[in-house]
Structure formats: structure tokens, C-alpha cells
């Protein structure tokens, strides 16, 4: 088991010294994240500005905190695939494809702008295109790491079968649900039943009249750190983490057709 108390230390700053040592790469990357959403958590207090009705440097606030779980997640569980040759590839692919995306968003959102499904300009739509094509490299990368950790036979003696499950089908999982989105692309809208930007959720945004894909998009994602959590600390046994991974994918799968029922999560 992993020791969250070293040197009697509190348990977030011993997480953050071991992810460190795990992978500086993914440290740094999920440090330099959070501080993005740091400075546009103070935005959203202090400026005006806004798209679609919501304050502009929302979405941002949102990549940046939701990039900054990715990085760290991965530098906590990459250190057990005994390839890091691979691993370090990997690490800057998801570093460069995720510099891509907040470059964008937050440019486009200082603008005043969309950036998702924003063809409005050639530029725009360019910009778009560009975002689309990082995140299908990163999530193709992403299914070889999920492949590499089914191929490993070797584990660590400690790491119970839960805790490897949680990882592998949190990989899995996050692989499907990114490609999700391509639904999304495929609309040129996250909205089912209306044009974007109905009145939506505070923070997520999400609708609150319509159906909308970037709710099960984002359950999807975070599985990535749900089940291994899970696996670790409560379905330590094969079986039951499986069951419950199942379980958890027949929810989401629930709200994915709720929103194409174009019902939304919550009126």
C-alpha cells in the first residue's frame, strides 16, 4: 500500500511529493494547470465579459482543473507499466496535446469567443480542427496505454486485482468516452433539442432545458480516477470491482440516452 503520511506530513502534500517522484513531466504539467485555473477563477470573479451568457473564462476554470486531475492521475498510475520508454513519450504527448487545448479555449474565450464546434472564420475553424486533432492523437495514445496495461502480467505484490481492474477499465473507459465526443463534432453542438446555449447548471453549465452530451462525456472521463480509487481503497477482490464498473458504465450509458432524449440531467 502506498503511505499518505510520509514524514507525518498532511496526506495532499505527500500526494503531491510522490507524484513528483513518479513523474515530474505530468507534475509539472498538472502544477502549471492548476495555476491556469487559479487565474481564471479570479477572472470569472473580476471581468465581464461573456459568451453564450455565461462569463467567458468559465470553460477555461473548467479545462484547466479538469486537465490538471488528468495529469496527475497519469503520473500517479503510469509508474507501474514497467515500459517507460513508452511512458515518457506518452507524457509529453498528453503535455503538448493538452497545451493545444487550453491555448485555444482560453484564447478564444479572451476573445469573447466559442472554441468548440466555432467555424464562424476560417481562423476558427482552423483553431477547431487543431483542438480535434490533439485530442485524437492524446486519446489514441491513450488506448495504447490501456493496451499496455492489460498486456503487463508482472505487478507490484502489493497491488490488489481491484485496484490493477480499477486502472485498466478506467483507461478504458476514459478511451471510450473521449471518442464520445466525437459525437458532439459530428453535430457541431453538445445541445440535443435546441441550438447551444440555454440556460444551463451554475459551474458545468449544463442544460437545463435540453438534453446535453457533455454530461455523460464528462462521467465518462473521470472514470479514469473513479474506479481505480474505487479498486484501491473498497473493491480490493477482481469480481466486485468489475461489478461495479459495469455498474457504474450502465449509468452512464442512462444518461447518455437521457440526453439524446433530449431530457437534461437535472430541469
Known amino acids: 500500500m502506498v503511505n499518505l503520511t510520509t514524514n507525518k506530513l498532511p496526506a495532499w502534500?505527500?500526494?503531491?511529493?510522490?507524484?513528483?517522484?513518479?513523474n515530474r513531466v505530468l507534475y509539472s504539467a498538472g502544477l502549471?494547470?492548476?495555476?491556469?485555473?487559479?487565474?481564471?477563477?479570479?477572472?470569472?470573479?473580476?471581468?465581464?465579459?461573456?459568451?453564450?451568457?455565461?462569463?467567458?473564462?468559465?470553460?477555461?476554470?473548467?479545462?484547466?482543473?479538469?486537465?490538471?486531475t488528468v495529469c496527475f492521475t497519469m503520473a500517479w498510475i503510469l509508474v507501474y507499466l514497467n515500459n517507460q520508454k513508452t511512458v515518457k513519450i506518452y507524457s509529453w504527448v498528453l503535455v503538448f496535446a493538452m497545451v493545444i487545448e487550453l491555448v485555444i479555449i482560453t484564447g478564444q474565450a479572451a476573445l469573447g469567443k466559442t472554441s468548440h464546434f466555432n467555424t464562424a472564420t476560417l481562423l476558427d475553424g482552423i483553431l477547431f480542427q487543431l483542438m480535434g486533432i490533439a485530442i485524437v492523437v492524446f486519446t489514441l495514445w491513450t488506448g495504447w496505454i490501456c493496451y499496455c496495461f492489460f498486456r503487463q502480467k508482472e505487478w507490484p505484490i502489493w497491488m490488489s486485482p481491484g485496484y490493477l481492474w480499477g486502472m485498466r477499465l478506467g483507461l478504458l473507459f476514459f478511451v471510450i468516452f473521449a471518442f464520445e465526443g466525437m459525437h458532439m463534432v459530428y453535430l457541431n453542438q453538445h445541445t440535443i433539442g435546441a441550438p447551444d446555449g440555454s440556460a444551463g447548471l451554475p459551474l458545468t453549465n449544463w442544460?437545463?432545458?435540453?438534453?446535453d452530451l457533455r454530461v455523460p462525456h464528462f462521467f465518462g472521463l473521470h472514470t479514469l480516477q473513479l474506479l481505480p480509487l474505487a479498486g484501491y481503497y473498497l473493491f480490493p477482490k477482481?469480481?466486485?470491482?468489475?461489478?461495479?464498473?459495469i455498474t457504474w458504465l450502465a449509468f452512464i450509458a442512462l444518461l447518455y440516452w437521457q440526453a439524446l432524449q433530449g431530457f437534461p440531467i437535472i430541469p
Do not use: D, Y
Open 13 to 22: 502534500k505527500s500526494l503531491l511529493i510522490q507524484c513528483k517522484s513518479r
Open 32 to 68: 502549471l494547470s492548476l495555476l491556469g485555473a487559479f487565474v481564471c477563477g479570479l477572472l470569472v470573479v473580476f471581468s465581464n465579459l461573456q459568451v453564450l451568457g455565461v462569463n467567458a473564462f468559465v470553460k477555461p476554470f473548467k479545462f484547466f482543473g479538469s486537465i490538471s
Open 207 to 211: 442544460s437545463r432545458e435540453f438534453g
Open 238 to 245: 477482481k469480481t466486485t470491482m468489475v461489478i461495479m464498473a
